[in-house]
């Protein structure tokens, strides 16, 4: 009698580990403590927590996970990564979950946070992100007095770790990186 081995195809759960750098695989240890999502200075915006994310990726609730707004409210601060018991690489997590849903269809360039086109703006200009002005614009426009109580208790924090700079920075030969930039553009049908 002869067995045949079946195995099952690459689940979203599976995908996220394999495309994500790092330590990805202790996704699998997640205690769903809510440190990530009481770190999290986008939260109150968010439709589902870092943590429900992850328990509906363990559930197979792709559809309902690559169509959530939580991957394009995290502002990039990895407060929750800092904090995280289980070392989840979860900002990591969340730039996964954002090209897994671009390539799957489910992003919407007219719907994207208008902080993950400053995001883009600060990218192009600067070469590298600028975690404080996204999140400072981003508060300032929709939860003005949320901006300085962020400020005040994790921004200063961060500051103090050496994690965040008051000013954003400026890559070596920027203008290369702008050809760079266009040209993927041009190439990918989005000039």
């Not at 070392?87 to 489910?106: F, S």
């Amino acid at each position: 009698m002869t067995h045949t081995v079946t195995s099952r195809p690459p689940t979203l759960f599976d995908n996220v580990i394999a495309e994500t750098p790092g330590k990805a695989l202790n996704l699998h240890a997640c205690l769903q403590c809510g440190t990530c999502a009481g770190s999290c200075p986008s939260g109150p915006d968010m439709d589902h927590s870092p943590r429900a994310i992850f328990a509906m990726l363990d559930a197979g609730m792709d559809d309902e996970v690559l169509n959530s707004n939580t991957p394009w409210f995290c502002v990039s601060c990895y407060y929750c990564m800092v904090r995280c018991p289980q070392e989840i690489p979860i900002t990591d997590i969340m730039y996964t979950l954002k090209r897994l849903a671009i390539k799957e269809g489910y992003y919407q360039e007219d719907k994207a946070p208008e902080f993950s086109e400053t995001f883009c703006d600060f990218v192009e200009h600067n070469g590298r992100s600028f975690e404080l002005g996204i999140a400072m614009r981003y508060h300032l426009r929709y939860h003005p007095l949320g901006a300085f109580k962020m400020a005040a208790g994790m921004g200063l924090h961060l500051f103090r770790k050496g994690r965040m700079d008051l000013t954003p920075s400026r890559i070596k030969n920027v203008s290369q990186l702008k050809s760079i930039l266009n040209k993927a553009k041009e190439l990918g049908g989005a000039a």
